[in-house]
DNA sequence: ATAAACCCTTGAGCTAACTCCAGAGTCAAG
DNA sequence: CTTGACTCTGGAGTTAGCTCAAGGGTTTAT
């Protein structure tokens, strides 16, 4: 199986794959003899299991970890890989936790603006950005008695 | 008021001021004989808006963009600012989603393996990166029932 | 007057995960 | 035997947001 065959199984591009090789991640085990890299079917559930992997949010460093486990089975435990998901649980846990404080804190800027067609000069967002006071939602007007817009 | 000033009031570095001045950001108003970058209070603002901008989600470029308008308030209309905080919201909202199927993902893998101190070799998250089976929630065999484990 | 603390510019490096390019070699079909 | 599709290597470039280092000039306190 060439580079080409594999790629097109799996909707990568060429260029991913040699990275990939670079990275530790997958190296063809064997190569023709004008020098193409040939991909057993080994070789091809690796990349199954990178892209797998992949789509649930590890990194490849962290790819790069549990392959480590998965090549050697034997010598690791069941809870190593679900310490693994678990970090990674929390790392995401992490993240969407950061994006929820950002999400309020829009919100809040977005309810205390009615977003007429009337000029910035005393927009609430802009105020709130300036003077850093946080827009409570008491302070939303609805758009047809906003006194400012 | 000279950077270190600025620093030290926001907390930031000498580094970052002058990455923002390159990135169009935050140009002092004035420089001393000797070349220093002097800031007004006026700059000082400035940079609490961005610094503001930032802790809610928003890239430099977006500042950028929010900074243009801020500079020219009359030319721009409540809908343009609130353009911007609906356009973000979007944009982590599809961010958090994305995590969201990661974390679910991941829960359903952990889910699936009981973490014992028992040989990786039949790990039920391995076989699904392998193998690329979803796991199902009604697979998960309570730890001290799991066969495999 | 001199040392410490501060500031300057230029330019490189960092992380992550690719992506692209040039220039060359290989392989399969007709 | 030639054309076109495929592949090779090596290295540079991309994005975002800094961060650091070298080698110097400026201010301020003693």
Redesign the interface.
């Known amino acids: 199986m060439k580079i080409g065959d594999l790629v097109k199984q799996h909707g990568v591009s060429v260029d991913t794959i040699r990275f990939y090789e670079k990275q530790q991640l997958l190296t063809p085990s064997a190569r023709s003899e004008g020098g193409y890299r040939l991909y057993s079917h080994a070789d091809n ?1 690796r990349l ?2 990178i892209l ?2 992949k ?3 590890f990194s490849l460093q962290q790819i790069r970890e ?1 392959l480590q ?2 090549d050697n ?2 010598q ?8 693994k ?2 970090h ?2 929390t790392e ?2 992490e ?2 936790s950061e ?2 404080r ?2 309020q ?3 809040q ?2 309810q205390a ?9 005393e ?1 609430s ?2 105020t ?3 003077q ?1 006071q946080p827009v409570l939602a008491e302070q939303h007007i609805p758009k047809q008695e906003c006194a400012k ?1």
């Open positions: 559930q199954s299991f797998r992997a789509s649930v949010g549990l486990i998965e089975k034997s690791w435990q069941c809870s190593d890989v679900k310490d998901v678990q990674k649980m995401i846990a993240q969407i994006l929820q950002f999400y804190a829009l919100a800027l977005d603006c009615c977003g007429g067609s009337v000029s910035a000069t927009c967002i802009l709130a950005l300036e850093g817009c």
